[in-house]
């Protein structure tokens, strides 16, 4: 009976049948290490994942099973580190293509991950069980009055409980989060002496509006910033990348953003052929590196991919045509039932602002330098750095996708995005004279809030949005 739970949840998370026999043991070990019980297996497999994920599409079982490969390895890096292979990890928001580099270039000699990403990802929206984690952060110094970020708590968890080991290098990117790179000096001075970091930030100081990658001047500064970096990277793991490599890593980097570009475009087809959750996870593949590598991923988007178009031809949708829908800032699967709880009150909120890839995005670079192309495609991608600029990108988004409107505030508990998402929602507001809501919130997790709590405030905004369309 024990067999069976776990080898229900590889089928429903995509994996074949000749897959059972390597991938069984490995998952009962993984679940292990993770402090997953059979009972919150067949929570997942009973409950979680089909109350939220569109398990039917043979391309959606394909996406959860990249990220459960993913996590298996994860449990393994500690392995890795014992048989010499090299540890690097990052952590979001950062550019992935100098990761998968180091992967391009040694294969078989280096790990990469942002593990705090992956195991908050699958811990919270496949079984609800990141709180352990949390609490256990909590508990030994990160104080959860703070609300500090849970992938900051999550980071530092892990690495005490063991699940992963000491990194050669942490390449840690303060472009946005500024508590992020105090995280890992807190976890090298109060736990482990032996987490080891370099820093890369980049300062907030633009004139509001800043169109900041068409700065030349900004585009050198990140440029050197990501050059700097890297090779201190590639200098304390002892393997040198070709810039041939992170070439082709971009050239990769553009087609499969080209092809989740397309995805954004069928979800916001009329009416919305796939609920938000679903798709949400292949958007990750655009900002976290796999180690397992970002090949599997691909082929799920791509089965994804025809299965959407056809129930596009067809026709149909989740919710009547017709239906409002809302562009929503961000919207995580590790909190999968906001998105649910609109699409059963009549709304859709198919894309999340920041997966939506403008046409100026999705443009080859300008440059040939592999450092002033990746740094551009940040300042373009990012936004994130100027809500002037970002505002900018949204109204364009909105008004691309013929959103009715737009959810901002589930990121109110972070230090910078908390308060650009007030100047945000006035700016969008005033641009496209569509209605803009405020939702207090955390992205990665809920226990601060809970369905019961949040109902009567999306209800209410449901309601307004089915009688402004009307």
Same mark, same amino acid.
Request: aromatic share 12%.
């Given at each position: ?35 997953? #019980? ?12 089909? /109350?939220?994920? =569109? ?45 998968? =580099? ?47 970020? /849970? ?31 105090? #995280? ?38 990140? =440029? ?46 009329? $009416? ?16 976290? $590196? ?45 909190? $999968?039932?906001? =998105? ?29 330098? $592999?450092?002033?192309? /990746?740094?551009?495609? +940040? ?11 970002? /505002? ?39 641009? #496209? ?10 992205? +990665? ?10 109902? #009567? ?14």
């Amino acid at each position: 009976m024990a067999n069976n739970v776990h080898e229900d949840f590889l089928r429903l998370t995509g994996f074949e049948e000749e897959e059972m026999a390597e991938y069984l043991p490995e998952w009962r070990k993984a679940s292990e290490k993770l402090g997953l #019980t059979e009972e919150d297996v067949r929570f997942a497999v009973q409950e979680r994942l089909p /109350a939220h994920f =569109a398990l039917e599409l043979e391309g959606i079982r394909k996406l959860l099973g990249c990220f459960v490969k993913e996590t298996i390895d994860l449990t393994k890096a500690i392995e890795y580190k014992r048989r010499g292979t090299k540890i690097v990890y990052g952590i979001l928001p950062a550019i992935l293509h100098f990761y998968y =580099a180091l992967k391009l270039t040694a294969p078989d000699k280096v790990f990469v991950s942002f593990p705090d990403i992956f195991i908050t990802f699958v811990m919270n929206s496949f079984f609800h069980k990141l709180a352990p984690y949390l609490e256990e952060a909590e508990k030994t110094g990160i104080p959860y009055g703070c609300r500090h970020c /849970a992938l900051n708590k999550t980071r530092y968890a892990i690495r005490r409980l063991g699940i992963i080991p000491s990194p050669d290098i942490n390449w840690i990117w303060g472009f946005i989060c500024d508590e992020a790179p105090k #995280t890992d000096e807190f976890i090298q001075l109060y736990h482990d002496p032996e987490w080891k970091t370099y820093v890369t930030r980049l300062p907030h100081d633009q004139p509001l509006g800043t169109v900041e990658d068409e700065v030349i001047e900004r585009v050198e500064y990140l =440029a050197d910033q990501m050059r700097d970096g890297f090779e201190s990277v590639q200098k304390e793991i002892g393997i040198k990348v070709p810039e041939e490599k992170i070439k082709e890593v971009i050239e990769i980097w553009q087609k499969y953003a080209a092809k989740v570009s397309e995805l954004g475009q069928l979800m916001s087809v009329d $009416p919305q052929p796939l609920n938000a959750v679903s798709g949400r996870f292949f958007w990750e593949g655009l900002f976290t $590196p796999f180690n397992t590598g970002i090949e599997s991923m691909e082929k799920a988007l791509d089965i994804a991919l025809r299965e959407v178009k056809e129930r596009v031809n067809k026709k149909e949708g989740i919710l009547p045509q017709g239906a409002p829908k809302l562009l929503i800032y961000s919207m995580h699967p590790t909190v $999968p039932w906001i =998105a649910k709880m609109f699409e059963e009150n009549g709304v859709g909120i198919p894309l999340s602002e920041f997966f939506i890839l403008t046409k100026k995005q999705l443009r080859p670079s300008s440059f040939e330098d $592999p450092y002033m192309a /990746a740094a551009e495609s +940040w300042l373009r991608t990012s936004g994130m750095v100027n809500p002037g600029y970002q /505002a900018e990108q949204i109204c364009e988004k909105i008004t691309t996708h013929k959103f009715d409107g737009m959810v901002f505030g589930l990121m109110d508990f972070d230090r910078w995005l908390g308060s650009s998402h007030r100047i945000l929602g006035r700016m969008v507001e005033e641009k #496209t004279r569509l209605p803009v809501f405020y939702i207090e919130g955390d992205n +990665w997790e809920d226990r601060d809030y809970s369905p019961e709590a949040l109902r #009567t405030r999306i209800e209410s905004i449901c309601e307004i949005m089915k009688i402004r369309k009307a």
